[in-house]
C-alpha cells in the first residue's frame, strides 16, 4: 500500500506580503507594476554627546543637561540616565540636582546601541547672601538722561547673587539691569534687593530741568556774533529760564545768548538753568582780532541808528562814525566821529554809550569836542570808557596833524 502525500498550503493574503516586504524595504511597486529595489530607510544610532562635560552646583540647586543622539535622521532617540552617587539625581529628561556635598558622573546612553556620554558633576556647599550695596546712595539727574546702579551681593562668594530692581516714585525708573532713567521732575527711590535673603539698598534720586544748546561749537570771525538758543525739559518746567556765563570775555562775550568774537582764541559759552543747576555748553573759535583800534569797527550805521544824530544835532547826511566794542570793565561803544558839522565848525570826536542787551547801542552818556580835520587812524592807550574814566586814546588826523584825548579829563593836547 503506497504512502499518501499530503499537501499543505499556507496562504496570506496579498496585501499582507506586498506591505511586509514595503517594511522590509525589499521592493517598491511602479506605476507600471514593476518591483524596483530601494535603499534607506531608518538610521541606525551612531553615537550621543553632552551640552556639557562638567558642571558645578550648589547644594540644592538644578539644571537640565541636553543630549544629542546622532546622526539627526537616528529612529530611535531615546536615552536613558544614571548617576554614579546619591549626592547627585537625574531625571528621565536630564535634569541634574545637587542633592548633598560630593561629586557624581551623570551618564547618557542610548537605547539603540548603547552609546554614552557623561558629565562630571560636583555638589558645592551654599554661601548665603549677608547684605547688598549700591555704589551710590543719592543722586542729581537731568530729565530724560540716565544713571547706571552698580550693586554689591555680600559676600563676595555668595552661592546667589540675583538681585531685584524697583523704583519708587514716578520721577525714575529703573531697568532689571539696574539702569535709572529720568523720567519725570521729582524724587524717587531706587531699591535692590537680593533673592537670597531679601536684602535691600537703595538710591535717593531728584531729577531736574535738563538744558540742551542748538549749537556745541560755533567758529567766528572777531566782530562777528552768533545767536545761541537753550531749551530746558520737560516741557511742563515750571521755569525755564538760563543764566548765561563765558570762560573767557576777553575771546568772546555773551549776553542773553547772543554770543560776539573779540579776540583770537576759544571760550566756552555755559547755559545754566535757573531752576536745578543743569548746564549746556558751546565751544566758541574765535579768528582775527578786535585790536582796540579805529578799523576794528562795528557798522556805523549801527550807532546812527541808535541816537548818534540825535546826541550831536548833526543835520549832514554824509557823516560818519567808527564804533570799537569794549569789554572791560563794562560794556560800551565808543564811536570815533568825523565830519559831522554843527553851527560852528566841523567835529571830531569821541561819544561813548553803553550797549544794551541786544548789542544795539543804547542812550549816549558824554561827548568831547575835538577842533582839527577829518581823523584818520585811532589807537589806544590803557583806555577805560566806562565811568570813572582813565587812559588816552591818540588820534592822527588826515592832512596829518595828531594829538592825544585824556578819556579822564576829555581834553585834546595835540602833539
Not at 184 to 191: D, E, H, K, M, P
Not at 298 to 321: K, M
Not at 357 to 370: E, F, H, K, P, R
Request: glycine share 8%; charged share 5%.
Amino acid at each position: 500500500m503506497s504512502a499518501t502525500r499530503k499537501t499543505y498550503v499556507i496562504g496570506l493574503p496579498l496585501a499582507a506580503i506586498i506591505h511586509a516586504a514595503l517594511l522590509a524595504g525589499v521592493l517598491m511597486f511602479s506605476a507600471s507594476g514593476c518591483q524596483l529595489p530601494i535603499s534607506g530607510g531608518n538610521a541606525a544610532v551612531t553615537g550621543v554627546t553632552l551640552n556639557k562635560k562638567t558642571l558645578s552646583l550648589s547644594i540644592g540647586a538644578s539644571e537640565k543637561l541636553l543630549a544629542t543622539v546622532s546622526p539627526t535622521k537616528a529612529a530611535n532617540k531615546a536615552v536613558s540616565w544614571k548617576s554614579s552617587s546619591a549626592s547627585v539625581s537625574v531625571s528621565s529628561t536630564g535634569t541634574v540636582t545637587a542633592a548633598a556635598s560630593g561629586s557624581a558622573v551623570v551618564t547618557v546612553t542610548t537605547l539603540d546601541g548603547s552609546f554614552t556620554a557623561t558629565c562630571q558633576v560636583t555638589c558645592v556647599s551654599s554661601v548665603p547672601v549677608s547684605g547688598v550695596s549700591l555704589d551710590r546712595h543719592s543722586a542729581t539727574l537731568p530729565y530724560a538722561k540716565t544713571l547706571q546702579l552698580v550693586a554689591t551681593v555680600l559676600p563676595s562668594n555668595a552661592s546667589n547673587k540675583s538681585v531685584t530692581w524697583s523704583s519708587g516714585g514716578a520721577a525714575a525708573s529703573v531697568s532689571t539691569a539696574g539702569l535709572v532713567t529720568a523720567s519725570a521732575l521729582g524724587s524717587a527711590t531706587v531699591t535692590v534687593k537680593t533673592v537670597d535673603g531679601n536684602f535691600s539698598d537703595g538710591c535717593s534720586v531728584t531729577v531736574i530741568p535738563a538744558v540742551s544748546l542748538n549749537k556745541t561749537s560755533v567758529s567766528l570771525a572777531a566782530g562777528r556774533s552768533e545767536s545761541l538758543v537753550a531749551t530746558v525739559a520737560p516741557a511742563s518746567a515750571p521755569n525755564k529760564s538760563v543764566t548765561w556765563t563765558t570762560s573767557n570775555p576777553d575771546i568772546a562775550a555773551v549776553d542773553g545768548g547772543l554770543v560776539l568774537a573779540i579776540s583770537a582764541g576759544s571760550a566756552t559759552i555755559t547755559a545754566t538753568a535757573v531752576d536745578g543747576s543743569n548746564a549746556a555748553t558751546c565751544v566758541v573759535t574765535v579768528t582775527g582780532s578786535l585790536s582796540h583800534t579805529y578799523s576794528d569797527v562795528l557798522p556805523a550805521a549801527t550807532a546812527l541808528q541808535n541816537g548818534l544824530n540825535a546826541a550831536l544835532a548833526s543835520t549832514d547826511a554824509t557823516q560818519t562814525a567808527y564804533c570799537v566794542f569794549v569789554t572791560d570793565p563794562s560794556w560800551v561803544v565808543t564811536c570815533y566821529l568825523s565830519g559831522y558839522v554843527s553851527s560852528v565848525y566841523t567835529i571830531n570826536g569821541t561819544v561813548v554809550a553803553a550797549v544794551n542787551s541786544d548789542y544795539t547801542v543804547g542812550a549816549m552818556n558824554g561827548t568831547v569836542q575835538l577842533s582839527g580835520g577829518v581823523v584818520s587812524q585811532i589807537a589806544y592807550t590803557n583806555a577805560v570808557f566806562s565811568t570813572p574814566r582813565s587812559g588816552t586814546v591818540g588820534i592822527v588826523f588826515v592832512d596829518g596833524a595828531s594829538g592825544t584825548l585824556n578819556l579822564a579829563t576829555g581834553t585834546f593836547t595835540q602833539n
